[in-house]
T-cell receptor, first 115, second 110 residues
Framework: KQEVTQIPAALSVPEGENLVLNCSFT??????LQWFRQDPGKGLTSLLL?????REQTSGRLNASLDKSSGRSTLYIAASQPGDSATYLC??????????????FGKGTSLLVTP | NAGVTQTPKFQVLKTGQSMTLQCAQD?????MSWYRQDPGMGLRLIHY???????DQGEVPNGYNVSRSTTEDFPLRLLSAAPSQTSVYFC?????????FGQGTRLTVV
């Protein structure tokens, strides 16, 4: 069974810092990997989707990389802002899954950016 | 473009009551799923569907039923609510652009 781990579980940084969130997965046979943001009491907002054939994706101040062979992905946030405070979730869609579009989620990294 | 819409947003049930959580998507995705999110447990798959008329069980299906009569709708039914079903429920649809989630239903069973 695919296991997805996110480190650290919580992170507090001052505004303006660049930061990296880590995600690791145990089975490298993946279809894609997706990063989400979740604000308290809200749903999941998709940030970046990386297909298995891709090495990275960028959107604004966010950059996500994928190293399938080592089972790792990182989410890089440049010049962090208080509005970036949220929980960030990593989710993997297995290549050989027979569960439709089922995702395997990590437990998330709770990010606090202080002014 | 509404994406994935869930209703209701909040619900309180008494033990033994039944209810249906509604989910609709307007992206014409074949794949739809239901998850529950609990503190310390992350998101876990309850049921999923790969198209109209086709559903199957996920990781934690007990106490829940689903059906998929149209591409757009994927309701989740709680047959006889139990306190262990207190959770936040998310519906998702998946396609080429990735997975998209609804805003969630916060359910409390007393």
């Amino acid at each position: 069974k695919q296991e997805v781990t996110q480190i650290p579980a919580a992170l507090s940084v001052p505004e303006g810092e660049n930061l990296v969130l880590n995600c690791s997965f145990t089975d490298s046979a993946i279809y894609n990997l997706q990063w989400f943001r979740q604000d308290p009491g809200k749903g999941l907002t998709s940030l970046l989707l990386i297909q298995s054939s891709q090495r990275e994706q960028t959107s604004g101040r966010l950059n996500a990389s994928l190293d399938k062979s080592s089972g790792r992905s990182t989410l890089y946030i440049a010049a962090s802002q208080p509005g970036d405070s949220a929980t960030y979730l990593c989710a993997v869609r297995d290549l050989n899954s027979n569960s439709g579009y089922a995702l395997n989620f990590g437990k998330g990294t709770s990010l606090l950016v202080t002014p | 473009n509404a994406g994935v819409t869930q209703t209701p947003k909040f619900q309180v049930l008494k033990t033994g009551q039944s209810m249906t959580l509604q989910c609709a998507q307007d992206m014409n995705h074949e794949y739809m799923s239901w998850y529950r999110q609990d503190p310390g447990m992350g998101l876990r798959l309850i049921h999923y569907s790969v198209g109209a008329g086709i559903t199957d069980q996920g990781e934690v299906p007990n106490g829940y039923n689903v059906s998929r009569s149209t591409t757009e709708d994927f309701p989740l039914r709680l047959l006889s609510a139990a306190p262990s079903q207190t959770s936040v429920y998310f519906c998702a649809s998946g396609g080429f652009g990735g997975a998209f989630f609804g805003q969630g239903t916060r359910l409390t069973v007393v």
